[in-house]
């Protein structure tokens, strides 16, 4: 049954809040955790990681016969850490550039979860384009008990997937800003860059697979990067960006909600929309602003203030 109108607002109806809540948990989960990948500029391998993960769903859903999130959030990081893995072992021992061996492994593994899910949708009411687009307009109608509140099921892991976030990075905050801005002497001091790797593609695999039924396994890739990288591009301290792409991962899931909303259209295509938009009008201020500093006068000369001229000769 779809909820009453919100009195303040009657086109936003309770439906639609939690709607937008789910939107907002998925955006910022994604955005924090991506904001290492831009870092370490592996952007790319978030795109990798969030294709290649639908042969772990659709492998765990064919073994255990159900769509509970435990078995897929398992398969999908075993393929997570696999696809790291067999991408970097490429590059290393195939003699190719590390893009080209990302692109040959994702698109393998897609391939690979398309054909599936074709099969697994045959014994079950299983729709491969809600996994790889998404239905967050059907969110509230599928809830979970939470404190005796019932509470959307994908809000409820998402909400959990971003504790843990935080949690690992204040954790492992050393570790990572170590091994994101110099591997080499992270290694030399002891630190093992691997492990933290795999550690960090394991934990984009399971934001990944958690968000994946809410905005589909295609759009989770621009949460991912959109965030990060304009949040990079406004400024270069590591807290201020963590910080700032929360702020961005959560106005451009409500702006894109609420736009979906008026426009009857793709919520999570929507709000894929506004991130772009965003990082772009990010780019043309940021190259705007370099600009015009370039044009003016140094700080230390200004116009209204002239050096006293001597006049001795």
Known sequence: M???????????????????????????SCGLVGCWLVLRRLSLLGDAISHAVLPGIAGAFLLTGTRDVLPMLLGATIIGIATAFISSAL?????VDRDAAMGVTFTSLFALGVVMMSLAARQVDLDPG???????????????????????????????????????????????????????HAASVGLRVSLVHLGLMATVAANTVVAFEAVGSILVVAMLVAPGATARLWTDR????????????????????????????????????????GYVGSVAAVAAGRTVRRTMPHASTPLTMQQPRSDRP
Do not use: Y
């Open 91 to 95: 590059g290393r021992w195939g003699r």
């Open 238 to 277: 590591l807290g201020s960006m963590l910080w700032l792409a929360a702020g961005i991962a959560a106005a451009t899931a409500i702006v894109g909600t609420l736009a979906a909303i008026g426009f009857n259209t793709s919520a999570a295509g929507m709000i894929a929309t506004v991130s772009m938009v």
């Open 2 to 28: 779809i909820d009453p109108p919100i009195t303040a607002m009657p086109w936003f109806t309770a439906d639609d809040a939690w709607m937008l809540a789910t939107a907002v948990l998925a955006s910022v």
């Open 130 to 184: 809600c996994v790889l687009h998404g239905l967050l307009e059907f969110v509230p109608f599928d809830t979970v008990a939470l404190l005796g509140v019932q509470v959307p099921r994908a809000a409820a892991w998402l909400g959990g997937a971003l504790m843990v976030d935080v949690v690992l990075m204040l954790a492992f905050l050393k570790h990572l800003r170590a091994t994101s801005f110099d591997p080499a």
